[in-house]
């Protein structure tokens, strides 16, 4: 059987993955990242090959087009604004899901054809932090560690990172390094995530105060006699400011953290010499994002640990291609092979390379400064690549507004997403299984990302639509590439051109690989110079890319979060991923395993504040901020601190009534990267409560005024629905429940306002084809969802018993909480039962009654979670 090698399109861990010719997906033993692992996403990745919602073909204003007609608009409309209003007047909005070859593409065509600086992506989202942070102080964007560093070190401290949902192959590497060498682990982390349940000890400090508690440990470093002197003096400049600015903090105080468990974390830092230190969005997503890692790098300088086996500094970046995306300068303030803007002999030397005739001479507008340009008019013409920024940026409603007022936005996507909804022009871009590239993951490890199907429609590669359009606009020359191996030649080539040494990034070995030796590359780690050698560790000798060769301190200032708690707003929201879903839902969406473990927008709170507002687990709570406001479902637990709350940032209008919780989010942004916050703001919270329950199985219209959630499963859509105003009077209902199911058919129903039961079955062709349950008085509770589900298709007679008399009836109670383990399809209730059965005690013991656990691994902290919450009970 035809097997196919490529790598996972998720999270920047950037596993291997076999795809065999009948479509069955496993982890590539043989790729270094996974060794043949896969977390729960990447396992089911095989069952997001539905095609359903594929864009197949370009669309100009709704209506169907071909691609030379698309084209030749987007050229033409792209030509007419830079001649009216300047190459300015025009933007790209990419991401990190773009194959290298994208990138490239994407990058040269703006900085050095167009003329402008205005390309960012969703990496801005990401780690634009990381990169500033790195660029100040190794003088190059630079992750100078490797994965083998999690398990050779004797401590790991994860900063802002809940690596166990997020990146949860490398964190299943780490534990398992623990369990052979007894590994340290440090969280440090506002929330109790799935990662502490593996930590040594857990600091949850105030949301934004890390800068003052690496600042502390950076005095602490130096008063304990733990500088590494030597190191210094030859490979550092700055220390002392650095120690300057550290001074004087309390940092017990504003960390809000117990003194002894500081000095405990203080203690085991400076008593380890093998200290890896890895951070996540916690850090990145914060007005003080840079400051955070330049504080966290400052003690890697101070005690030289940096480079060698088992310690530095680790950034883990969250797309599986974001660093790809650094390589070739796709943010708006790099140039190309890392380059820089702020050195006109790098701007000279991108120009002569791509013999380009109107290069940008100065960076271009970052991503919320980008939208909001489109708001007031100054970039009149966008195109917006494989995100969607309309249910992903910070206040997402001013960035819809944005692109309504617009007069051209293109966008290039896969799926029909919320973005897509506001475009002029709508190009179909091939997808997962169908490209054909490279990634470059969190280790700066190159795997080939290979296709295994052809492109659905007429869906085509986002370098070739960008390459078209170049042509189109009178640059056929500089885009000539007819297959992406040409691209990534170039892309190799200007890496090393004219490159002495003084840039690190130089894959030059790689220039002239032939389309055969691209097509079989094997992962690699970069630096790749001439001869092809894999390079390794990074800075154990200095070699920084500043001009004197050392590595710079950069003084750090704590500064708290913009936005503050206050009488009107008294709660903090954080935002972020979770372990099963994967950015906006477009590919995770579409398997019904992967929504089992949490299958509605929900808002983690505090028992202590869910009971102070009279809230209680399941039910609505509505959280407003000055932005917006959305009703979730509540999720009470005390891994949240008091005072703060979380929401995932995964559902939109696609999915649920709530849309996308960036809606709500604030758009303050670090000045130095301007990557904005959105791990802090302000907000509060009041009870909604619920009168009626309903279940709609079917497609489902969007109706404002109830609380609805679409859940994917194996039988079909069911939309989990709650309001809060009451049902409408009995002669209106019916027409009420026609437009929420919003289909033709012949229509049985039930409109009994005494018992409170609503039922609607919607009939076409003799079989069951949508219904609606709605259950206004307890007494009679909406049956099971899965059963429900089952009937849609089946025959009118037995399509009426199931819905008007014989259905098994269910608890109306749906916890937020239900599957834990989706590789098996073990439920919570399931492994409590079997926790008191067979008297287990430990993960591993579950596991061997039930499997839950044993295949990805990524549930593990949720068993021992269950038997932690059990062992208390008992
Ligand atoms: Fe994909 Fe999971 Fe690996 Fe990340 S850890 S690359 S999501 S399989």
Known sequence: MTETKTTCPYCGVGCGVVVAEDRTVRGDGAHPANRGRLCSKGSALAETLDDSGRLRTPMIGGGAAGWDEALELVAQ??????????????????????????????NKLMKGFIGSGNIDTNSRLCMAST??????????DIVPGVYEDWEEADLVVLVGSNTAWCHPVLFQRLVAARAERGTRIVV???????????????????PGSDVALFAGLLKHIAETGHLNEGWIEAHTNGLSAALEAASGLDVARITRLPAADIQAFYDLFVSTERVVTVFSQGVNQSSAGTDKVNAIINCHLATGRIGRPGMGPF????????????EVGGLANQLAAHMNFDRPADIDRVRRFWQAPSMALRPGLKAVDLFDSVRDGRIKAIWIMATNPAASMPRAELVREALKACPTVVVSDCWVTDTTALADIVLPAASWGEKDGTVTNSERRISRQRPFRAPVGEARPDWWIMSEVARRMGWADAFP???????????????????????????????????????????????VLAGGRESGRLFADGGFATPDGKARFVPTAWRP???????????MLNTGRIRDQWH????????????AHRDEPYLELHPHDAMKLGIGDGDLVRVQTVHADAVLRALVTDGQRIGEVFAPMHWTDRFASAGPVDRLVSGACDPVSGQPELKATAARLSPVPTLWRGLLVGEMRRHDGIYHARIPTEAGQIHEMRGWQPLPAPEGVAEWADRLIGRAGQRLEVIDPLTGAYRFANIVDGRLDACLMISAKSRYPLPDRADLAAMIGARIGEAERAIFTTVREAADAQP?????????GVDHAQIEQAIRGGRLTSAAEIGKVLKAGTNCGSCIPELKEILREMQVVA
């Open 481 to 527: 590439y007819v297959k992406p191996a040409d691209i990534f030649r170039e892309h190799a080539a200007l890496s090393a051109f004219e490159n002495d040494g003084g840039r690190i990034f130089d894959i030059g070995g790689l220039a002239s690989l032939s389309d055969n030796g691209y097509d079989a590359m094997p992962p690699v780690r970069w630096p």
């Open 131 to 140: 990169v500033a942070g790195h660029v100040r102080a190794f003088g190059e």
């Open 816 to 824: 937020v909480r239900k599957t834990v383990c989706v590789c098996f």
């Open 77 to 106: 409309r792209l030509a007419e604004t830079i001649a009216e209003h300047g190459p300015d007047a025009v933007a790209f909005y990419g991401s990190g899901q773009f194959l290298t070859e994208d990138y490239y593409v994407a």
């Open 561 to 571: 979060p913009v936005a503050r708690q206050e009488r009107r707003y008294p709660f």
């Open 315 to 326: 950034s883990v970046t969250g797309q599986p291609n974001a660093m790809g995306g650094r």
């Open 188 to 206: 440090i982390d506002p929330r109790r995530t799935a990662t502490c349940d593996s930590a040594d000890l857990h600091l949850p400090l105030a």
């Open 584 to 595: 906006t839902m477009t590919r995770t969406g579409l398997a019904p395993r992967l929504m």
